[in-house]
Structure formats: structure tokens, C-alpha cells
């Protein structure tokens, strides 16, 4: 088991479940948790639930099983997020826009590693009632049982509350329109744009939006013709990482 993990969740324990820490380089990155936000993970991320019983279990640890659910997605998808990424982002980053960002824990995080103020937009849908996991397979894609609501934006609101994010503001997707004078240096979105949904959704809000000098980065799919409409939105097109159905693209210099 990572040893960093265990420390998160002794952080955790000893914090009376109110937040727990990540020792990240000189940082030590403290995030509070809020109920919705581990339901979410709970719910969303379900193909989890069994790892988290058993780490759990392995530990032998009193923390509510829907927290070390979140403390074990934090390792498992921002962690790595975060380390492919830290070369990319510019260190005079000053504005960011994450589409699709889940419950913003990437964002949280970065918040608290940035040393100069970096305002973010995340983009979340209201209401979900069915789940693409892994892959943005049909065939994977899961209708939620009728007793489980999934709420992203109402989420994300709860956990920047209480974590005092104030630089994160929260974006309804239905109301995108109200957002297109808005300008980005970074444009964010895991496993979201291009990835669950076609990138035609945010195309238009994406050109008004990426600075001249902007940067796209997101993960697209292999099961449809994603990579060859990014290919045709920007100049630029790198490969940076790829895992299983995963591809991770940068985009720069919009056509
Ligand atoms: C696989 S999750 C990724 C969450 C987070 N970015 C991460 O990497 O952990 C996909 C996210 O996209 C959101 N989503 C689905 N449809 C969307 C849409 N039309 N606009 C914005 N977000 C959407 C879902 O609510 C979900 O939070």
C-alpha cells in the first residue's frame, strides 16, 4: 500500500475527519470534506467501492468508508494527474477553466500549490443520471439505481465552501453562454471533453475563451473521431501521456 496514502488517511483519523493532508514537494496541501463531494465519489466512482472496503479493512482505520473512497480517487487519479501535468502548466498561469471537473479536487489542489492568485471556472453539469466510466463505451455506460442522485454542481459549491476556495467559481453548464467574454491561459479537462462527450459542446466556448497564448489540455477518445477534430481545432497537437483508453493531448494555437 502507498505509504503516502496511509499517511493521508492517519491525517484523516487525526484531524477527527474534518480534512486530511498531502505531503506534495515543500507543500502540505490540506483538503476538508464535505458529505456531497464523498457521495460523489462513492456514487460516481463505484467500480471503486470495493478497494476502498478493503483498504479499509487492511488498516483497520474507524475513517467513514465514503472518505477513504475520496482520499483513495485523490491518489489514484489527481496524484498522477498532477505529476504528468506539473511541466506543462506555466508558472505565470493566471487564469484556468476545467470542464468537466468532477468535484475539482485537481483544482483544489493546484490552488493551494500555486504561489501567485490563479482564478479558476470549473464546468460541471447539474444533474447526472447516468455514468461513462473508464471509457466513453456505451456499452460501459451505467443508469443510475433510482435512489441515487448524483448532483456534480451542487458538489463542487458544497466543497469550495468549506474548503474557502473563493478563487473557484462554479459553472452550470446550461449557462456557458453567460461566460463567453471570459479569457483562459489554461484550459483543463480530465477525462470530460472529447473524452465522454463530443468536443463540439464547448468549441465555440473554448475559441471565445483560450488566450492567444493559451494551452488546451485533455484527454480524448479512441472510440470515436475525436483526436482528428482536435487535430483540425489547433496548430499544435502533442501527445503528452496515454494509459489504456486514454489519451492525453496539448493543444496551442487555435486555426
Ligand atoms: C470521468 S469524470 C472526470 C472528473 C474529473 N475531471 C476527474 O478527472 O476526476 C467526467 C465528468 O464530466 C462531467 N460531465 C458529463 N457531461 C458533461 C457536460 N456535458 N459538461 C460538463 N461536464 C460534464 C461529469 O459530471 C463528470 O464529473
Given at each position: 500500500?502507498?505509504p ?7 491525517s ?23 458529505e ?9 466512482k ?10 479499509k ?9 465514503n472518505?477513504?473512497?475520496?482520499i483513495?480517487?485523490f ?24 470542464i ?7 483544482d ?28 466513453n ?21 458544497k466543497?469550495?465552501?468549506?474548503n ?10 446550461k449557462?456557458?453562454d ?6 483562459y491561459?489554461?484550459?483543463l ?33 479512441i ?33
Open positions: 500500500m502507498n503516502e496514502f496511509k499517511e493521508s488517511v492517519k484523516a483519523e487525526n484531524s477527527n475527519e474534518e480534512f486530511f493532508t498531502v505531503n506534495f514537494g515543500a507543500n502540505k496541501i490540506k483538503i476538508f470534506f464535505e456531497d463531494s464523498c457521495n460523489w465519489v462513492w456514487n460516481y463505484y467500480i471503486y467501492q470495493k478497494d476502498a472496503l478493503e483498504l479493512s487492511q488498516l483497520d482505520s474507524s475513517l467513514k468508508t472518505k477513504i473512497a475520496l483513495n480517487y491518489y489514484t487519479f489527481i496524484i498522477p494527474d498532477i505529476s504528468n501535468l506539473n511541466s506543462h502548466i506555466a508558472p505565470n498561469t493566471k487564469s484556468i477553466l476545467d468537466g471537473a468532477g468535484i475539482g479536487l485537481f483544489l489542489f493546484l490552488t493551494q500549490v500555486f504561489e501567485h492568485q490563479v482564478s479558476f471556472d470549473l464546468i460541471e453539469v447539474d444533474n447526472l443520471d447516468e455514468i461513462e466510466h473508464v471509457t463505451n456505451p456499452e460501459e455506460t451505467k443508469n443510475l439505481d433510482n435512489n441515487i442522485q448524483i448532483k456534480p454542481v451542487d458538489a463542487l459549491k466543497l469550495m465552501l468549506i474557502k476556495a473563493s478563487n473557484i467559481n462554479i459553472i452550470e453548464s449557462s456557458i453567460q461566460y463567453m467574454d471570459r479569457k491561459d489554461l484550459i479537462s480530465f477525462r470530460s471533453w472529447g473524452y465522454l462527450y463530443d468536443l463540439n459542446l464547448y468549441e465555440k466556448f473554448v475559441r471565445n475563451t483560450l488566450n492567444p497564448n493559451g494551452l488546451v489540455i485533455t484527454d480524448l477518445s472510440f470515436d473521431d475525436s483526436i482528428d477534430k482536435f487535430s483540425k481545432l489547433f496548430k499544435e497537437v502533442t501527445l503528452i501521456n496515454e494509459a489504456g483508453n486514454n489519451k492525453r493531448f496539448i493543444g496551442k494555437n487555435l486555426k
